[in-house]
């Protein structure tokens, strides 16, 4: 590494911990129902929405009906996406003429964009018109990461309120999450991308003369917007098959920085949101520092990893599968970055990446994507983790386990290990059946442990909601549309509902004042905690799987056999 690569790093972390709090207090004002700056610029279009839709949003309901209006919606979500793929044809801003896509990959692609997973089976400008791409995929990105949100607020209302079964309103979060946080950045982010050169038309696709006197056609389309809120919502879904590797999607150096920042900065800023609306800012700095901590670690790793030379190689850094224009240590920062934040979206090959950084990779995913995490997903993830945690440490000392002033009981604690366990099923069965099946082992582009990690990645990928992909698997068949699509449904509802049982069993609980035989949940010593917690139930989890895996393709690639 050269002192740039850290002075890159150094500077990408700067920034992030610098916005938390900014955007952190400005979200806290928007759900909490104060009085901001956005609120005469969209405050007509929220009333006009109420009005509109028959929601009345100063009304509360309790934990079921929140849960019923969330899936409620999302199932409309998820018809209407998959129906305008199978009549894409017909449908207008077609400039193409792109031909209807099959119901399988419609099928995958409509659970993918609902659960903020974002993962694709396809390459984007040549089977997804632009009606479809805006209409569908672009306004799933807003809702979805709305919805995640929203999930996260009622889970913070069951936390900070005593005695009641009302966790809010799912219509008016949904409604204020797009509103005022994820539409004003995506529209100042869009212009942004669009004046590094990220292109925003409705052309069908223009011709060039390259260097070398050929033609090339470079398909277009309004990619900048779709770009802005995939980063912002921690979507990832890309415009270009090649996804922020394109030149297109991510043009120069400050596109790829602001891109990354994108990335994690609406989950990080969450953090300091909870903390004000838990009333207590050291509970959201402990949650703030545990993600950080375990996001630097999984990046010296890796960064150590890809730095490592080896013979077998000629002692040269790993650049296969690397953006060249921007190097190995912004590839693997990416990496590390949209992993750790369920985003899925890449700027260079994961299949490419170094079995150690490959390994990384998939651990941030696997641990339950709360590393930062997707927007509301990653910090309502870590509080079921805080509550497995608390629970532990309360066997420990012998205490009942208290969170914020209330017991933690049976319920809660069996409602924590469903939502651990949802996802971690997924991977480990659909894996496992991928592994043993023809119709798995034939999409495979290498063979051995490497084989394997492209199976288990695309697993942990889509039970994590994350979305990117090792590459080195076709994924868009019968099989893989089908079970990758069921394991996004289980990895996104499979926590969900469980977090909002917990929400609505602990609202209804007393707070108990703070004394002297009270466990802090936010010192160092409870970051620790936290920390050993997830690494220990992620690696007795996943660490047979990853030993069969990315663990022997390393010590074998250090023999000089490869795959």
């Known amino acids: 590494m050269k002192i740039q690569d850290i002075v890159q790093i150094v500077m990408f ?17 928007v759900f909490n129902g104060n009085r901001h700056f956005m609120l005469p610029v969209f405050g007509w279009l929220e009333k006009l929405t109420y009005k509109s839709t028959g929601v009345n949003p100063e ?8 849960t019923f209006s969330l899936l409620t919606f999302n199932l409309i979500g998820f018809v209407f996406v998959f129906l305008i793929q199978l009549f894409q044809a017909q449908l207008p801003l077609n400039p193409v003429n792109l031909p209807n896509v099959s119901w399988h990959s419609a099928f995958n692609t409509s659970v993918s964009f609902m659960t903020n997973t974002n993962w694709q089976g396809y390459a984007g400008e040549t089977t997804l018109s632009c009606f479809v791409q805006m209409i569908g995929l672009t306004v799933q990105n807003f809702v979805s990461a709305a919805t995640g949100i929203a999930v996260l607020l009622a889970l913070i209302r069951g936390l900070s309120r005593k005695t009641t079964e009302k966790l809010g309103n ?17 529209i100042l982010f869009a212009i942004i991308l669009v004046s590094q050169g990220v292109v925003q038309n409705f052309k069908s696709s ?3 003369q390259t260097l070398q006197g050929a033609k090339q056609v470079i398909p277009m389309g309004p ?14 879904g890309g415009y270009f098959n090649a996804n922020s590797a394109h030149p297109l999607e991510n043009p120069t150096p400050l596109s790829n920085l602001l891109e990354m920042l994108a990335i ?14 838990v009333g207590s800012n050291r509970q959201g700095r402990t949650i703030f520092l545990a993600m950080l901590l375990l996001f630097i670690t999984g990046l010296s790793v890796s960064l150590f990893a890809e730095y490592s030379t080896n013979p077998i190689f000629g002692n040269l850094p790993l650049m296969e599968g690397k953006e060249t224009r921007l190097g190995i240590t912004n590839s693997i920062l990416w990496s590390v970055s949209t992993s750790s934040a369920s985003n899925g979206s890449v700027n260079a090959m994961h299949d490419s990446l170094s079995p150690i950084a490959g390994m990384i990779a998939m651990i941030n995913i696997m641990l339950g994507e709360i590393i930062f995490g997707g927007v509301g997903a990653g910090l309502y993830g870590m509080v079921i983790f805080i509550i497995i945690t608390v629970f532990i440490a309360g066997l420990m000392v012998g205490r009942t386990p208290e969170y914020l002033g209330k017991k933690i009981e049976a319920f809660e604690v069996q409602m924590a290990i469903i939502a651990v366990l949802a996802p971690n099923v997924v991977i480990q069965i659909f894996s496992a059946l991928a592994s043993i099946s023809n119709a798995g082992l034939s999409s495979l ?3 051995g442990p490497h084989g394997f990690s492209e199976i288990l990645y695309a697993y942990s990928s889509a039970a994590g909601n994350n979305g990117s992909a090792f590459a080195g698997l076709n994924a868009n068949t019968l099989f893989y549309n089908l079970t990758l699509g069921f394991g996004m449904l289980i990895g996104r509802f499979g926590v969900i509902i469980p977090v909002l049982a917990i929400a609505g069993n602990m609202a209804k609980k007393k707070i108990t004042p703070l004394s002297a035989g009270t466990f802090r949940t936010d010192n160092w010593l409870f970051i620790g905690l936290l920390i050993a917690v997830i690494l220990i139930i992620g690696g007795l989890t996943h660490f047979p799987a990853l030993a069969l895996g990315p663990v022997i393709d ?4 250090n023999r000089g056999i490869t795959f």
Request: hydrophobic letters at 45%; glycine letters at 4%; a positive charge.
């Open 13 to 29: 972390l700067c920034i992030l911990i610098a916005m938390t709090p900014v955007l952190g207090s400005y979200m806290y004002k």
């Open 554 to 557: 390393h010590l074998l690639i």
């Open 223 to 236: 990619a900048a917007s779709q770009i802005a809120i995939k980063q912002l919502g921690t979507n990832g």
């Open 170 to 186: 799912f219509w008016t979060d949904l409604t204020r999450s797009t509103l005022y946080i994820l539409l004003p950045l995506s």
């Open 206 to 208: 223009e011709t060039v």
């Open 264 to 277: 994690l900065l609406i989950p990080a800023a969450l953090t300091f949101t909870y903390g004000k609306m």
């Open 445 to 447: 582009n290498n063979a």
């Open 59 to 66: 009304e509360e309901t309790n934990w079921k009906s929140y």
